[in-house]
């Protein structure tokens, strides 16, 4: 079936963004955006194909100093093609707004683009052949910090096999660009406790943007 829709709603979306920013938000930067989208089209590059509803392109401001990066769609996020919509979703939106910022800010992405079978982990095959769009996206949007949201989406973006527990909280770099790890939202639904460190680890992510604007 032609995945022409879904591409179109995904530039909607994206162009709805941009209409947020005023005309100065539309810019070289989100051209590349939906080139980078067309370039993906009806992806069959990885098994994850397969058993997907949408392909979950990634969400948000196109010219966006905090980036979210978490592992891969859920079934809500694959039912509406958008990352982190469910429960774990409003809970990264209230992160966002104890950040003083709004979810239309910040750039919203996953490892994998499809959602896998049973919510498992992508696979280092299937990670490895989705992560190179990531890649583009991140050099488009070029923010100053990217969140991992988790140990899958830290393992694969920084090449760690450190766990979450140890990372988080900590520094690290990705291309020149300033990555925090925290735990992922859907760990926080399990384990409120652990909303704890993650609010510490935001707040370092909000005072290095608030110092360096
Ligand atoms: S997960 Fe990525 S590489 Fe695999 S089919 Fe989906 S878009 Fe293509």
Redo the contacts with the bound molecule.
């Keep these: 079936m032609s995945e022409l829709p879904k591409i179109i709603q995904d530039l909607k979306r994206n162009l709805k963004y941009q209409q947020k920013l005023g005309m100065k938000g539309v810019t070289k930067t989100s051209n590349t955006l939906e080139q980078i989208r067309a370039e993906?089209g009806d992806?069959?590059?990885?098994?994850?194909?397969e058993g997907?509803k949408n392909?979950v392109f990634g969400v948000g401001n196109p010219n966006a100093e905090l980036m979210f990066v978490g592992e891969?769609p859920g079934r809500d996020e694959d039912a509406q093609g958008e990352p982190f919509v469910g429960r774990a979703g409003q809970l990264l939106n209230n992160i966002i707004k104890a950040m003083e910022m709004e979810r239309s800010d910040v750039y919203i992405a996953n490892i994998?683009?499809?959602r896998?079978p049973e919510n498992r982990a992508?696979l280092p095959n299937?990670a490895a052949?989705?992560i190179p769009?990531l890649h583009q996206q991140i050099e488009t949007i070029k923010p100053k910090v990217i969140v991992c949201l988790g140990s899958v989406a830290t393992k694969y973006l920084l090449e760690t096999e450190r766990s979450i527990s140890t990372s988080r909280g900590q520094w690290f770099e990705f291309k020149g660009i300033k990555v925090m790890p925290t735990y992922h939202p859907a760990y926080l639904l399990r384990n409120p406790d652990a909303k704890k460190p993650v609010w510490e680890d935001m707040q370092k992510v909000r005072d290095y943007l608030k110092s360096n604007i």
């Design positions: 993906i992806c069959k590059r990885c098994p994850l194909c997907r392909i891969a994998a683009k499809c896998p992508p299937e052949t989705c769009f």
